[in-house]
């Protein structure tokens, strides 16, 4: 399949996307955790957004746009993708539809996963993550903790709160969702890809996606 996964923080994409590439192997593509990864690592790519994601504000399109086209070419998008915290503006939206036309690439859907803000601030607070840059499994203290605390059960890394999650980063985020991101529901609307799906179970968003796609 080849989706794009809409919806403020804490939405639930990244938890959506994992569980999604077994259904049929298509691969998760997280900006996020492609940034997060550049910061751990100390690339060229990483010192510079780093002060953007620690603020809660976004990176520069110009940035965004030269990792995205490099990644959706690798051989592994073949089967699909599952495109995680990508557009997240309308000039990426209007640069990525230009971009799919050129490789020949027909996006099923953009799934916006709509979700109350109370339920987003609580899960945002108690998320943990995987610091390993490779695997960055998602937790949370109470819907989903490691076995052991603070221990990843996949790979055994620490399971850290992200720089980001302080209370002003978020409030931070969110507002930045609505007046950057929100915009891009209106987007996909008018392109004929949009599927909404208002549900705070993951089940329930996977469930919506199968049906829709007769999957
Ligand atoms: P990014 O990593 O994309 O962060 P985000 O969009 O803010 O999304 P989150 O990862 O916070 O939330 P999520 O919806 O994936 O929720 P999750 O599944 O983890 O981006 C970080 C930063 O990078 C940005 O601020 C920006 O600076 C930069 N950036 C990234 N992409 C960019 C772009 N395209 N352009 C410019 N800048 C960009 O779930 C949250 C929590 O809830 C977890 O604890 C989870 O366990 C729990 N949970 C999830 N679903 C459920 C459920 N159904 N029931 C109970 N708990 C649940």
Do not use: W
């Not at 910061?39 to 060229?44: K, L, N, R, S, Y």
């Not at 699909?80 to 036309?101: H, N």
């Not at 987007?187 to 089940?203: H, I, M, P, R, W």
């Amino acid at each position: 399949m080849k989706l794009i996964l809409l919806g403020a923080p804490g939405a639930g994409k990244g938890t959506v996307a994992k569980l999604l590439t077994a259904i049929d192997g298509s691969v998760q593509i997280s900006t996020g955790d492609i940034l997060r990864g550049a910061v751990q690592a100390g690339t060229e790519l990483g010192k510079e957004a780093e002060e953007y994601m620690k603020r809660g504000d976004l990176v520069p399109d110009s940035l965004i746009m030269g990792i995205m086209e490099k990644r959706l070419q690798e051989p592994d998008c073949e089967k699909g993708f599952l495109l995680d915290g990508f557009p997240r503006t309308i000039p990426q939206a209007e640069e990525l539809k230009k971009l799919l036309e050129r490789l020949g690439i027909t996006l099923d859907k953009a799934v916006n996963i709509d979700v109350p803000r109370e339920v987003i601030l609580d899960r945002l607070c108690t998320r943990r993550t995987c610091e390993n840059p490779e695997c960055q499994a998602i937790y949370n203290v109470k819907s989903n903790p490691p076995k052991q605390e603070g221990i990843c059960d996949k790979c055994g890394a620490r399971v850290v709160q992200r720089e980001d999650e302080t209370e002003e980063a978020i409030s931070h985020r969110l507002a930045t969702y609505n007046e950057k991101t929100a915009p891009l529901i209106g987007f996909y609307e008018k392109e004929g890809l949009l599927l909404n799906v208002e549900a705070v179970s993951s089940d329930a968003v996977i469930e919506a996606i199968r049906k829709e796609l007769g999957l």
